[in-house]
């Protein structure tokens, strides 16, 4: 998507992250999202912020959390972001399957998240059949890691069309060593995977890839509470420090 995205004229409302619960059906050790208050998007709201987005020329809808798939009202907002004519798509951890009309599917399979390579593969089934793109999101923490999930792919390539890496933020907590290694691997993916891989571009800066960032020019994170709607550049900046950014975005 970012690709397509930069041949566009800079409208930060293009591709937005809305956040549409904080609600989560896991407790991950590391998470970094953790929100410090509790709402889920009523529909009422849901409908009129679409409307503002359409006149803003928003193209693409991310749906995120928390854990997307714990709103009751799950579906019903992908039907009606539909309808606006936006382009839906979703992160998930892949533990509740919901059916809606999304265009495509982000699954999150890393050593921070415990589902197991059985779960993945009936979640990325699930997702394939409704029509939706299926693809992996990975936090890189070793290199053994890296390689499972590059076999997983590899594996499975009529189930996954992309494989989105990233390292643990705000402090990923991995040795040189292991930096090395993984970049290494990184370098050189199976050929498989060549036209799937896909790294986060603060991940990429950090490990000495060539990296851009689309964040604040063609996309945002929208935070929908009662009292309003908070606007960041990324879904990250809630939680990290202002520095950490290596773009200056914040």
């Known amino acids: 998507m970012v690709y397509k995205l930069l041949n566009e004229e800079p409208n930060r409302y293009l591709s937005v992250h809305l956040i549409i619960t904080t609600r989560c059906n896991n407790n991950c050790k590391r998470c970094l999202y953790k929100w410090q208050f509790d709402y889920e998007l009523p ?73 197991s390579r059985q779960q993945l593969i009936k979640a990325a089934n699930f997702y394939k059949q409704l029509g939706a793109k299926v693809g992996i999101n990975h936090v890189l923490t070793s290199e053994e890691s890296l390689r499972n999930v590059y076999r997983i792919c590899s594996a499975n390539q009529h189930l996954f069309d992309s494989l989105l890496v990233m390292l643990l933020k705000p402090n990923h907590n991995l040795l040189k060593s292991q930096l090395e290694e993984i970049k290494a691997l990184l370098h050189d993916p199976p050929k498989k995977l060549k036209d799937k891989l896909l790294i986060d571009p603060c991940s990429a800066y950090l490990l000495g890839f060539k990296a851009r960032c689309v964040q604040g020019i063609y996309s945002c994170c929208l935070v929908p509470t009662p009292e309003g709607v908070l606007e960041y550049v990324c879904s990250n900046q809630p939680f990290v420090p202002k520095t950490f950014c290596p773009f200056g975005r914040f």
């Open 43 to 115: 529909l009422s709201q849901a409908r009129s912020l679409f409307s503002e987005l359409r006149r803003k020329g928003t193209r693409f809808i991310s749906l995120g959390g928390g854990e997307p798939t714990t709103h009751p009202e799950l579906r019903r907002i992908v039907s009606l972001a539909k309808r606006q004519g936006f382009k839906v798509s979703m992160t998930t951890n892949g533990l509740n399957l919901v059916k809606a009309d999304y265009d495509r599917v982000h699954i999150s399979f890393d050593t921070m998240h415990p589902i």
